[in-house]
Structures are given as C-alpha cells and as structure tokens.
C-alpha cells in the first residue's frame, strides 16, 4: 500500500516512508491510495474476534507491505493491553471509555502503535530518528509514555506554557531519557506552527531524520480506527442504528472513525462535537473553510484553530459537501454549556464526566432531538483526573487519583523555555 501526498506534489511512499517523513515533502498530509472494505463476515462476527483481531483486520492492508505478520501482532498486543469499554448512562446514550491506558487519555494507543512501528524500522539503522511534536494537552504524555526508551528515537515535545493541566505537564516533563520537554511561551498554534516550519527546514532536515508524532502522522492516525470497532462489537447487539459523538480538536481521531466506516463498519452518523473552537462547525453551516486563531478553554486538548485532519475528512467524501454532510454533523459548546452537561450527567446517573468527554456527551444529545431512534455513543478521551480542578468545582466532589497519575505527583518537572523558532532550531541543532 502506498500514500500519496494531499498536495499531489510529492511522491507517494510506503507505510515505512510516510511513518518516518511525517508529513509530505510538499507540506501534504500522507492518505492510503485505497480502503478495501472489510468482509460482511468480519462484522457479522465480530463479537468473536478479540480486539487484537480486530485491529489486525483493520490495519493489516495499510502496513502489511512494510510489517511482517507476526511483527505486526506483537505490535498490536503491546499497543493494546488495556480496556476499552462501552458504559451506558442512559438510555440509548453510552460512553466509550478511551482512558485506561498508561497516560488515561485516548492518545495512548496511537502514540504506542507509532512508536513501535517506528522502533522497528530503526532497528539497525544507523542515524537516530527525532519525533518532534507539538502538544495542546495529552499528546504529550502519550507521546513521551510510548516513546519512552525506544532505542534509535528521541522524542521533543513543544507544549504552550501555563495552557496545559498540572497533570498533563507532569507526564510530559518527567520522563528524562529520551523525551525533552520545551515550554513554549505562546498558544498551541504557535508550537504547531514552529514543528510546521521545522519540517521544511533544509538546514534542519540536512543534519538530522525529524518525524512527527502528531495526528499528521499515519501511525498515529490510522490505529484510532480500533475504538469504533471494539465500541461496534459492544453496541451492535443493540439492534439500533448506531451514532458516534466525537470531541474533536485535529479531527485525528473522528477521522479514523470515518475510516473505519469506509472499511464497512455499519454506523449510520458521525458528531464532531467541539469547544468554541468552531472553525468545522462553521464550516458545515457556511461550505467555508476559515481557520482562525484559537481560544483557550476548559476542553483545552480540543484549542485547534485549524484543525490539521479535516483536509483528510474532505478528501474521505471525494469533497463533496453533500456526501459528508450526510455522514458528519458538527456543532460547538461554550464552557458554560460544558460544566452544564457535566453537572447533568453527574446528577442524572453519576458517572464522572471530564470536560471533553462532555462536548461530546453534549453533541450527541443535540443530534437525538431530532434523531431518537439511534443508539449514541459519545467517546469518553480523557480520565476526569487529568482536568481535576474543572470537574471537582464543577461537580463538587472529590476524584479519586489512580495510581498510573499518581506516579508523576511527587516527579521533578524538567523543561526548556523557548520563545521563537529560532530558538527550536537552535536546540535542536544542538541536541
Ligand atoms: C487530543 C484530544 C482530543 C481531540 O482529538 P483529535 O483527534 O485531535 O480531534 C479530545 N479529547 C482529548 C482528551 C484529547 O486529548
């Protein structure tokens, strides 16, 4: 299988190549030359398969070129020894749990499948790869988590300074080894921007192999299929048509959701549901694709102006604005709204809700009003405890700590602060 640049003015690569490019020489996000749907088998029975056979069906026809077999399940069984459970709160609204992993943020299993995908094709090369990658909140963690002593690779994570929760600085800032943390003093835009810019510097590129570990990266995209699937197993007895609700900051994860789709899966609507960050919500209302600065808010893992995955959305239904609008809703929640829907939730059936789990939880319910006949599934991305001060205010009442968070609590915070580009590429070339 090859991928071929969005901007149609590079080469396409394998899974290999585009893995360790990141993104395409001529600035274009890397997409597969074609989805071949899944059997009607595999659905039928699913419930039978494991959530390692799952995956491998799902991934199997991106990366089988590059990943032998057994690598490949080796990979998949490491990247998945966690849970992933669909929790109903009410009826015919459900919550997929996408947090018991290492970091509890749902970037855990995209990070982890990346990095060992990226740990084996270093195996006996020579140059040492550094992932740079730009964070708004839990990319970071995961990153560094999945990353963590991987020989041949060295992680460096730009992070906004005083825009990220004290425990998503902590797992970011920690680690040591081969992760590097630099604070940068602006917006996650701003970070985003200066690892843009990084990868289209000759004088950078010349002197080392830099990849990405953001949802550009097709290793990290593509494996965020699994949850709709492993949430498609769970639900399908149901007997409903079934809606997902995603709360979307890059568009990364409810992309693959809509791959997943491609690949067969019967689900009959995608929510995109986001903060007042609502360039895409925008967008479905005007056909205009205006990209603005972002704000900071509650949800700050979703602060994306210009979200990098919608360019693969667009492209996914051919651009044409009908054909995604028949499978995509989009529509955005203030703060307020946000610890509203969180307040709700806890009253109506105690369940813990973190703040982007509750834009969700918000766009789904908004898509039933006039919908009712569906069986709606809003993804749960964060453990509530990674925004502890939000929702103990919100919901006035302690959460509990879990032991994968109170590892970092007590570890010294390691960070570099920069200002400018050119401070980046200074560290960098220095490193
Ligand atoms: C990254 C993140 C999101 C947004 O996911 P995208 O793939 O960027 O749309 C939502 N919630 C949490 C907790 C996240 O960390």
Not at 329 to 346: G, H
Request: hydrophobic letters at 40%; aromatic letters at 10%.
């Amino acid at each position: 299988m090859k991928f071929y640049s969005l901007n149609k003015k590079a080469p396409a690569v394998s899974f290999k190549e585009a893995v360790i490019r990141g993104i395409a020489p001529d600035k274009g996000l890397y997409f597969p030359e074609s989805f071949t749907p899944l059997p009607d088998s595999f659905f039928e029975q699913i419930e039978e398969l494991s959530k390692e056979e799952i995956a491998f069906n799902a991934i199997h026809q991106f990366v089988s070129e590059e990943i032998p077999n057994d690598e490949l399940r080796e990979i998949l069984k490491n990247t998945l020894d966690f849970d992933f459970p669909v929790v109903e709160i009410e009826e015919n609204v459900a919550t997929l749990e996408l947090f018991h992993g290492p970091t509890m943020a749902f970037k855990d299993v995209g990070a982890r499948f990346m990095a060992q995908c990226l740990g084996y094709f270093s195996k006996g090369e020579k140059n040492e790869v550094t992932v740079l990658v730009a964070t708004s909140g839990d990319t970071g963690g995961a990153v560094a988590n999945g990353f963590l002593g991987v020989d041949g690779v060295k992680v460096v994570i730009l992070y906004p300074s005083g825009k990220v929760s004290d425990i998503q600085e902590r797992q970011l800032t920690t680690l040591g080894q081969n992760i590097t943390a630099l604070e940068v003093d602006g917006t996650f835009d701003d970070c985003q921007k200066m690892v843009k810019t990084a990868f289209l510097d000759d004088s950078i590129l010349s002197e080392m192999k830099l990849t990405s570990a953001n949802s550009i990266n097709v290793a990290r995209w593509l494996p965020q299929m699994f949850y709709f699937l492993f949430a498609y197993k769970q639900a399908k007895k149901q007997g409903k048509p079934i809606v997902f609700s995603t709360p979307s900051g890059n568009f990364g994860n409810i992309c693959a959701g809509l791959v997943a789709q491609k690949l067969g899966m019967p689900v009959d609507h995608f929510i995109a549901a986001t903060n007042v960050n609502d360039t895409v919500p925008q967008f479905m209302v005007t056909k205009e694709y205006t990209p603005k600065p972002s704000k900071a808010t509650i949800s700050n893992a979703m602060d994306v102006g210009d979200p990098s995955n919608f360019i693969r959305i667009r492209h996914l239904f051919d651009d044409n604005f009908e054909k995604l609008s028949d499978n995509l809703s989009s529509s955005s929640f203030t703060d307020d709204e946000t610890r509203s829907a969180m307040s709700a939730i806890y009253d109506k059936s105690g369940y813990v809700a973190d703040p982007h789990g509750a834009v969700g939880y918000l766009g789904l319910k908004k898509y039933q009003e006039n919908h009712e006949d569906t069986y709606g599934i809003f993804l749960e991305t964060a453990h509530p405890v990674k925004f502890l001060d939000v929702v103990e205010k919100t919901i006035d009442k302690k959460v509990p700590i879990p032991e994968q968070i109170e590892k970092v609590m007590d570890k010294e915070k390691k960070s570099i602060k920069i200002k400018s580009y050119d401070e980046l590429k200074g560290f960098l070339l220095n490193q």
